[in-house]
């Protein structure tokens, strides 16, 4: 069966596609669940403030205002780390999702463009044995680097996780 360049490139570009709608699902699911952590923190920010006046209002000398308005400070911290830590986890797993779709994709358009250069390589003439050897090499190296940069970015991921658990408070 003849399979033209064109049929590889058709098949590519459907992929392509399909791997451009997975990332933006997983993109406007990020929206939605940050933007939906707003929304959260500000209903619980606008009711913790009515709280706050009513108590301060409530205090029938000054020293009892203070007291109160000091005893507000370490809630609104709380809940601004709580927040924080619910941002990054959506990012986080955001973050996995992405890696999952472009590891993916990354490993379909390799096995496709080796398919590819398989399919060339069977159907030239025979006096070409060093330029498919030299593609054949181009593509190993590629394929080479790319485990690299993978395994550079997994380590740096790492760290950064390492560096954000380190400094979160318990």
Partial sequence: MHVSGSDHLAAALKAQGAAMVA?????????YKVTEAN???GKAAIAAQQQNVAAVLAADDSRKVLATQSNL????????LAYSRQIQE??????????K???????QNSRRAQDYVAHVIKHLPACVDATTALWQSAFAAANGTYEAAKHASELVQANI????LSRAPA
Avoid: G, R, Y
Wanted: net charge negative; aromatic share 4%; with cysteine.
């Fill in 90 to 99: 959506i990012v986080a797993a955001t973050q996995v999702e992405f890696h």
């Fill in 23 to 31: 990332l933006t699902s997983v993109a406007f699911e990020c929206i």
């Fill in 39 to 41: 929304l959260q923190a």
């Fill in 161 to 164: 996780a390492a560096a954000n």
């Fill in 101 to 107: 779709i472009i590891t993916a994709d990354h490993e």
């Fill in 73 to 80: 400070t370490q809630p609104a911290t709380e809940k601004a």
